[in-house]
């Protein structure tokens, strides 16, 4: 069982930088792979980002290349991911969710086992 919690959110101006954090508990955190998606209203949920267990694979959409890093420190039963984005646009506004997926690099949602309760980020022109 993986805890995830997301943090971080909130109204940032056009242009400006955000970084959201997801914090991962349980004994089994330090072998999922956390990934960063995103759900803007009336869309889809998108993939952004994932970081491998061990912090050395991670992957990046091409939608946010260049403006989204990925980062991963590990603590006893811990696991902390940052999620840096620049460059905000407008578009940019969702709800954004990490989620866990057992030991593996993984793009699609599906593969993903658990999941956080999300944080609000809103983009102002």
């Known amino acids: 069982q993986v805890q995830l919690v997301e943090s971080g959110g909130g109204l940032v101006q056009a242009g400006g930088s955000l970084t959201l954090s997801c914090t991962a508990s349980?004994?089994?955190?330090?072998?999922?792979?956390v990934g960063w998606f995103r759900q803007a209203p009336g869309k889809e949920r998108e993939f952004l980002a994932v970081?491998?267990?061990?912090?050395?694979?991670?992957?990046?959409a091409d939608h946010v290349k260049g403006r989204v890093t990925v980062s991963r420190q590990t603590s006893q039963n811990t696991v902390l991911v940052d999620l840096q984005m620049s460059g905000l646009k407008p578009e940019d506004t969702a709800v954004y969710y990490c989620?866990?997926?057992?030991?593996?690099?993984?793009?699609?949602?599906?593969?993903?086992?658990?999941w956080g309760q999300g944080t609000q980020v809103t983009i102002s022109s």
């Open positions: 349980g004994r089994a955190s330090r072998v999922y792979a």
């Open positions: 970081i491998g267990p061990g912090g050395e694979k991670t992957v990046i």
């Open positions: 989620a866990a997926a057992w030991n593996m690099v993984e793009v699609d949602d599906r593969e993903y086992d658990y």
